[in-house]
């Protein structure tokens, strides 16, 4: 079982629409979690992090945080042409080194 | 502040030569992270290093080292380079080793 898991997709969605990307991780210990955004040919870009059972919102996105399940999601509400990316999830335990699963690539469609 | 910068950018070098790759950490952070990233493998997590000392290291054969300097500036040397070497490193700096930022990479070519 890998560590941290995504769909590789892509995942299309219409522009305007809501965007909604998974991640499941193995480690019940983790304790803080990230979304990153990578444009082709570009570095990784952070966009989002949660430490919290819940939802955190940060303009047109939401973190959602479900330890118990082991699952962590990014939406993006009004998804952009520009929001067209692969986002890595990302899982970090106390000094740990930070573990990043393979990204799903998001196509978002005029 | 200044983000996290990668030098050089670019980089073509022969089957058996080794390289040096420099970063530089956001002003005030600790903790710099190289990862490789190859089409094939995602990315890939080198070494951590937190004032100067290696704190995590990934699963890399011992061609590939690092180091850290007391001002965080941090280098990654990879020795007898093989042409599965060519990928992008990415540096990331971190307060804490925990949320993470990226330089832009150094692409590295092995022919």
């Known amino acids: 079982q890998k560590e941290v898991e995504q769909n590789s997709g892509p995942l299309s969605v219409p522009e305007g629409a809501i965007a909604s990307l998974n991640c499941t991780y193995s480690?019940?210990?983790?304790?803080?979690f990230f979304w990153y955004r990578q444009y082709s040919g570009k570095s990784p870009e952070l966009i989002m992090f949660?430490?919290?059972?819940g939802d955190k919102e940060d303009g047109r996105f939401t973190a959602q945080l479900n330890k118990a399940s082991q699952y962590v999601s990014l939406l993006i509400r009004d998804s952009q042409p520009s929001d067209s990316a692969t986002y890595l999830c990302a899982v970090h335990r106390d000094t740990d080194k930070l573990i990043f699963g393979t990204g799903t690539r998001l196509q978002v469609f005029p | 502040k200044a983000g996290v910068t990668q030098t050089p950018r670019y980089l073509i070098k022969t089957r058996g030569q080794q390289v040096t790759l420099s970063c530089s950490p956001i002003s005030g952070h600790r903790s710099v992270s190289w990862y490789q990233q190859t089409p094939g493998q995602g990315l890939q997590f080198l070494f951590e290093y937190f004032s100067e000392t290696q704190r995590n290291k990934g699963n890399f054969p011992g061609r590939f080292s690092g180091r850290q300097f007391s001002n965080s500036r941090s280098e990654m040397n990879v020795s007898t380079l093989e042409l599965g070497d060519s990928a992008l490193y990415l540096c990331?700096?971190?307060?804490?080793?925990?949320?993470?930022?990226f330089g832009p990479g150094t692409r590295l070519t092995v022919t």
């Open positions: 990331a700096s971190s307060p804490t080793g925990d949320e993470q930022y």
């Open positions: 480690d019940r210990g983790s304790q803080s």
């Open positions: 949660i430490y919290s059972n």
